[in-house]
């Protein structure tokens, strides 16, 4: 289907899909987009998402065997896509990473930072940072500021769980706590991946320079890493109820191009053009940012931390 899109003219396309499905390809044709956390769950269907609107996709996992079999699965589709191998919770890693886009591409024009974790207790990288930390606040953080010098377009920093709680200045990498009766450090961390993002949205490197940092919500989803967590993973009130969340879970979140609808979305809609420093919901539309994420002392201690720990990558 892909393939045939791409062989339209946009006039052809407006005529037989509507106006919309013309500027999207338009908008795609000819893009290069990087998505971490490609090989599976919701990263894979953006990716498939934004091949079938004409972008050449680099997707970024693990394993290298399962990276490029995702990227020949989605190839197959129709779609130009591509795959890298990194642990994109490396600094060394993330160091590699960006030399190798910067080899393959004279311009990125979307760098979607997808990549998730939810380990069941506290670990450490080989950095010796907390490992959902290490993913979800300093690796994006780590891969935009390599990559700025490349990027063109825009950055989609993926969020998800239950975002919006405080954000505990003496917990930023679960130093005190990893998991409570409501509190997951999986949560945690993604409301601190939004302050994150509204700061690095107002850098001076990025402000005017063309360069677009906003956050999507995807909601739910049946994902790889959802169906492999143990119920030692919940906190402990929700514990009794996980063989119910088991049970309702595929049937509910199974399609998942539902939850990739809001970073596929960002990445491709001329609706978004130039828009930067705003959160999407689920449904593609603009919502208000906790108050945690918007909290100034939270975006700098935040901030500095991360300055802390890529000292010597970036």
């Known amino acids: 289907m892909a393939s045939i899109l791409h062989r339209l003219p946009s006039v052809a396309l407006g005529v037989i899909f509507g ?5 999207v390809v338009d908008l795609m044709d ?8 490609g090989t599976g769950g919701i990263g894979k269907e953006t990716a498939r998402g934004l091949a079938a609107r004409g972008a050449r996709v680099i997707l970024v996992g693990r394993d290298p065997v399962r990276a490029q079999r995702a990227a020949d699965e989605l190839s197959a589709g129709g779609g130009r896509v591509e795959a890298l191998a990194a642990d994109v919770t490396r600094q060394r890693d993330l160091a590699r990473l960006a030399a190798q886009v910067a080899e393959r591409c004279d311009r990125l024009d ?16 080989e950095d010796g940072v907390e490992a959902t930390f290490a993913a979800h606040v300093l690796t ?6 390599l990559l700025l010098p490349l990027l063109g377009g825009r950055v989609v920093n993926i969020t998800g769980g239950i975002p919006g709680g405080p954000i505990e200045l003496d917990n930023l990498q679960a130093e005190r706590r990893y998991l409570g009766w409501t ?16 700061r690095f949205a107002e850098q001076e490197q990025v402000a005017g320079s063309g360069v677009t940092i906003n956050v999507a919500y995807p909601g739910h989803g049946h994902t790889p890493m959802n169906q492999s967590m143990t119920t030692a993973g919940f906190p402990y009130v929700y514990r009794p109820i996980v063989p119910l969340l088991r049970a309702v879970t595929p049937r509910i979140f199974g399609d998942l191009s539902k939850p990739s609808r809001s970073s596929v979305y960002l990445a491709s809609s001329d609706d978004v053009e130039g828009v930067t420093g705003t959160y999407f919901g689920r449904k593609c539309r603009r919502v208000p940012w906790p ?7 939270n975006q700098d201690a935040i901030w500095t931390l991360c300055e802390a720990l890529t000292r010597e990558t970036v």
């Open 140 to 145: 994006p953080f780590t891969l935009t500021r």
């Open 291 to 297: 108050a945690s994420a918007l909290d100034r002392r």
């Open 183 to 198: 509190f997951s450090q999986y949560n945690h961390t993604k409301t601190m991946l939004m302050a994150m993002s509204l």
């Open 110 to 125: 979307v760098l979607i930072n997808n990549v998730g974790t939810n380990p069941p207790r506290r670990i450490l990288t």
């Open 30 to 37: 000819g893009k290069t987009v990087l998505v971490t956390g």
């Open 19 to 23: 106006p919309s499905i013309s500027k």
